[in-house]
C-alpha cells in the first residue's frame, strides 16, 4: 500500500513540475512577446511625432525600430500566439501573418516618402494602416492576453 502510495505521489510531483516548466515557458514566450509588442508601439509614437513635428529623422527611426521588431516575429512568437487563440490556432497564425505583411507594405511606402516628399499624409496613411493592423490583431488575439 505506501509503495502504491509512493509511486502514485511521485507521479503527481512530476505531473505537476513538467506544469510548471510549461508555465515557465508560456510565461518567458508572453515577456518576449510584450517586449516586441512594446517595439513596435515606440516605432509607431515616433513615427506619429515625426509627422506631427515635420521631422523626418524621427520617422526614419521609428520605421527602423518597427522594421527591427517585425524581423523573425513569427518565429519568434508564432506558438504563443496560437495558443492566445486556442479554439482556432491556425486562424491565430493566419492573423499574425498577414499582418506582418501588410505591415511590410505600409512601412516600404512611408521609406520611399520619406525622401521624395514634402508632404507627410501618404506617409500618415501609411501610419494609419500599420496602426489598422496593430488594432485589428489586437481585437481577436489580445482579449486571450493576460494582463500585467
Known sequence: MSKTFSILLASMLAVSFSAAEVSKSDLASNTRLKNTMRKFATGLDQIQKGIIYNKREKIE?????????????????????????????????YLAKSSAERINKYINMMSDQINTSHDFSKIAAAYTGIFNQCVGCHQHLRKNFTED
Open 61 to 93: 527611426i521609428g520605421v527602423r525600430v518597427i522594421r527591427q521588431a517585425k524581423r523573425n516575429f513569427f518565429k519568434r512568437h508564432g506558438e504563443i500566439l496560437k495558443k492566445k487563440l486556442p479554439d482556432d490556432p491556425k486562424f491565430a497564425a
